[in-house]
């Protein structure tokens, strides 16, 4: 696939508002491994071969194992997440698919049990996020492979 345009250099100022809300996502407190995953399911349902290939690395990297890897898109067959983990992908889903299904009280309540309203609130800001991202990747076709990890 070729790249059809280099949106961050198209519209900056637009990048940089993209990375003023993923610098406030990686502030808030969530447990990065966590959001990786999150990122990777959503990323999984949006068909999204850039942001796969850098947060699979970048998990690799922080020592996420494969197993859990290759597992995120069969979570709720696999019996390698925690309760929280399950619970966040699930709103990760739930939140992605949002025009498709409502999201109902009882997967409310089931993150209630797992996240704090501010948890919740900036868990959802994450998935805002990697949606955006997905689109932006997607929509201009994003040259996937050269992304490279930082040290962690």
């Not at 997440?81 to 498709?100: C, F, G």
């Not at 999201?103 to 049990?113: F, H, N």
Request: net charge negative; hydrophobic share 40%; charged share 25%.
């Amino acid at each position: 696939m070729k790249q059809r345009l280099d949106y961050k250099s198209t519209a900056p100022d637009g990048f940089k508002s993209m990375l003023g809300l993923e610098s406030y996502v990686h502030r808030s407190g969530l447990d990065v491994n966590l959001l990786e995953l999150v990122k990777i399911r959503v990323s999984q349902i949006n068909h999204c071969a850039w942001c796969l290939d850098m947060h699979t690395k970048d998990a690799r990297a922080r020592g996420e194992t494969e197993q859990r890897l290759y597992l995120v898109s069969a979570w709720q067959e696999a019996p390698f997440y925690t309760e929280r983990e399950r619970a966040a992908l699930a709103w990760a889903e739930a939140v992605t698919m949002i025009s498709q299904e409502e999201i109902t009280d009882e997967l409310y309540a089931e993150m209630r049990r797992h996240f704090t309203e501010k948890e919740l609130v900036d868990l959802t800001y994450a998935i805002i996020a990697i949606n955006g991202w997905n689109r932006l990747n997607v929509s201009f076709q994003t040259t996937v492979g050269s992304y490279q990890p930082a040290t962690h």
